[in-house]
């Protein structure tokens, strides 16, 4: 099983590192791809480039063998579009079954991304709990507490994932850089050193 975590990344934090983790090891993933959005349908424009985000993900993955930074949106014109990018990995990987993995925030707007029942037919969705977010309750006949119901089929259900609980998002981490205070232990060293290093956030 491969998982896919798909983001904006501006910037890539351990809110992201530390769960992604946590469902690799919890459910025997072979690997996660981190895939940077180019142009998010759901929000304005990120502070950084999809090529600066891009470089801090890859910064951020280095070390970590089953981590991988994936530019598939970032060479793709146009909006980016789960259900595209899931379409392009069915491509390169067959019928391997497919965990696209997103905080609860993101699963409670997934019914209205575009052709969410096309993403579930490709991928399985597995849902993390992120601080402050009750646990939503759409698409209720998809649930699935049973991680071998995920290894038997390349998409179609919902599993809920326990994971570190940790209150760390992109936006508190641009907040302190614009003003001045420092994100340390945030995010990865490697990242803030390239972050302060080029002035990313001002
Ligand atoms: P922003 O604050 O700019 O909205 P973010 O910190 O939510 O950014 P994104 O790149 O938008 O980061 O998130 C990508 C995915 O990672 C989303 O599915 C999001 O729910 C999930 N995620 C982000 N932070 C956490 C966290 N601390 N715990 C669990 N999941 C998270």
Known sequence: MIGILGGTFD???YGHLRTALDVLQALGLEQVRFIPLQNPPHRGEPDLSPQQRLELVQVAVEGTPQFRADDREL????KSYTVDTLLSLRKELGDVPLCLLMGSDAFRGFPSWHKPEQILELAHLVVMQRPGEHHPDNYKTRFTANPDQLRAAPG?????????QLAISATAIREMLSQGRSPRYLLPDSVLKIIEKKSLYG
């Open 156 to 164: 179609g259900s919902i599993l809920f994932q326990p994971v570190t």
């Open 11 to 13: 910037p890539i934090h």
């Open 75 to 78: 060479i793709r014109q146009g």
